[in-house]
C-alpha cells in the first residue's frame, strides 16, 4: 500500500501491527538461522522442522495480508462503481423530472388559453367601453356647453330688450 494522506486511523493502527509482526516474524526467522550453529545439539531434524514452520507461518502471513489487500482493493472498486451508479441514476432522475416538469408546465400553459383568450376580450371590452364613456361624456359636455352657450345668448336678449 502508498501513503495515502486520506488513510484513516484504523488504516493506519493496522499498518502498524502489520509492521510490528513482519518486525517479530523477522526476528524469529533469525533466531531460527542462528539455531544452525547449535545443530548438532538440537538435531539437523528437529531445526529443519522448526525452519519449515516458520517459512510456513512467514509464507500464511503474506498470504493473508495479500488477500486482505486485494479484498479492500475490490471492495473500494464496488464502492465506487455504486457511488456511479447513484450518480448516474441521480443525474437521469434529475433529467427525467426536468422534463416532466417542462411538460406539465406546457400543458398548464395550454389549459390556461382559454383563460388569456377571456382576459383579453375582457381588456377589449373595457377599452370598448371606457371609449363609448369617454364619448359620452364628450356629447355630454357639448350639449352642456350648448346650452350654457344657449342660455347665456338668451340672457343677453332678455337684457337688450
Known amino acids: ?3 495515502d494522506p486520506m488513510k484513516t486511523d484504523k488504516t493506519k493502527l493496522a499498518e502498524k501491527e502489520w509492521d510490528d509482526l513482519q518486525r517479530d516474524l523477522e526476528t524469529l526467522g533469525d533466531q531460527v538461522k542462528s539455531l544452525r550453529d ?3 545439539a538440537l538435531g539437523e531434524t528437529v531445526l529443519g522442522n522448526m525452519e519449515l514452520r ?3 507461518v512467514l509464507s500464511r502471513a503474506n498470504a493473508y495480508r495479500n488477500t486482505t489487500a486485494a479484498q479492500i482493493e475490490e471492495l473500494q472498486k464496488m464502492a465506487l462503481d455504486q457511488a456511479d ?6 443525474t ?8 416532466m416538469a417542462k411538460d406539465k408546465a406546457r400543458e398548464l400553459w395550454d389549459r390556461a388559453e382559454p383563460l388569456r383568450q377571456g382576459a ?3 381588456g377589449n371590452g373595457f ?6 364613456i369617454a364619448a359620452s361624456f364628450g356629447k355630454a359636455a357639448e350639449k352642456v356647453q350648448t346650452e350654457r352657450t344657449k342660455d347665456s345668448t338668451d340672457d343677453k336678449s332678455s337684457k337688450t330688450t
Open 1 to 3: 500500500m502508498t501513503n
Open 38 to 40: 547449535h545443530a548438532g
Open 54 to 56: 516458520f517459512q510456513d
Open 85 to 90: 451508479q447513484t450518480q448516474a441514476t441521480l
Open 92 to 99: 437521469e432522475q434529475g433529467k427525467k423530472s426536468a422534463a
Open 120 to 122: 383579453q376580450e375582457v
Open 127 to 132: 377599452l370598448r367601453a371606457w371609449s363609448e
